[in-house]
């Protein structure tokens, strides 16, 4: 089936204003993360959902930042008032549990966010 | 957040040399984990994990090394190929609903 899909692959936008990205998972996982890639500082965890659970969001860095999941599949990340340091490829994961060490996390091809 | 620490950054090597890429993590509650590949414009993918009831496992070219005690774990690319060059991480995370932490990448550059 079809891998973990993320729109828009590129995005410019000018300082201060919002910009929404889009997670589509792999049908039928349960589990959806977003990290956030910077150069040479890996992969940073910005937020997970699990199921109907509460949504773990200790990675967000800023009230700027904030996520939602539909219906337990597609995923939108919100940043509003985009900040230069807010520059980064945005990637998005999903896995059929959950549980780590279970399953694996697949990722999606990400979504490079430039702010000008 | 607790760390995972990834060296070298980077790593050039001849084709069919070892290719080595080590990793120390801190929290003793990490028993999981995997290594993750990532081509240019691509998302990562595993590529093998290790629990720490075995000491090494091996797929293919790739093997992990494990050393419990020193909370240490290391990456190893046998007849490393020009292929192979791409980004790795390292990553580890608790056994349950949790999410990975990652070590900030190795750019590795397997020279023809």
């Known amino acids: 089936g079809a891998g973990v899909s993320q729109s828009p692959s590129n995005k410019v936008t000018e300082k201060g204003k919002d910009v929404e990205l889009r997670c589509d998972p792999i049908?039928?996982?349960?589990?959806l993360y977003w990290y956030r890639q910077s150069l040479g500082q890996g992969l940073e965890f910005l937020i997970y959902?699990?199921?109907?659970?509460?949504?773990?969001k200790s990675g967000l860095p800023s009230d700027r930042f904030s996520a939602e999941r539909t219906g337990g599949s597609v995923s939108t990340l919100t940043i509003q008032r985009t900040q230069q340091e807010d520059s980064a490829v945005y990637l998005c994961?999903?896995?059929?549990?959950?549980?780590?060490?279970?399953?694996?996390?697949?990722f999606g091809p990400g979504t490079r966010l430039t702010v000008l | 957040q607790q760390q995972v620490k990834q060296s070298p950054q980077s790593l050039i090597v001849q084709k069919g040399g070892i290719s080595i890429i080590n990793c120390a993590y801190e929290?003793?509650?990490?028993?999981?984990f995997p290594w993750y590949q990532q081509f240019p414009g691509k998302g990562p993918a595993l590529l093998i994990a290790?629990?720490?009831?075995?000491s090494e496992k091996k797929e293919g070219r790739f093997t992990i090394s494990f050393n419990k005690s020193a909370k240490q774990f290391s990456l190893h690319i046998m007849d490393s190929q020009p292929g192979d060059s791409a980004t790795y991480f390292c990553?580890?995370?608790?056994?349950?609903?949790?999410?990975?932490?990652f070590g900030k990448g190795t750019m590795l550059l397997v020279s023809p």
């Open positions: 994961a999903s896995s059929s549990t959950g549980f780590t060490g279970a399953d694996t996390q697949y």
């Open positions: 049908s039928g996982h349960t589990a």
């Open positions: 959902f699990q199921g109907n659970s509460a949504p773990d």
């Open positions: 929290n003793t509650a990490f028993d999981y």
């Open positions: 290790i629990r720490p009831d075995v």
């Open positions: 990553a580890a995370s608790p056994s349950g609903y949790s999410t990975l932490t």
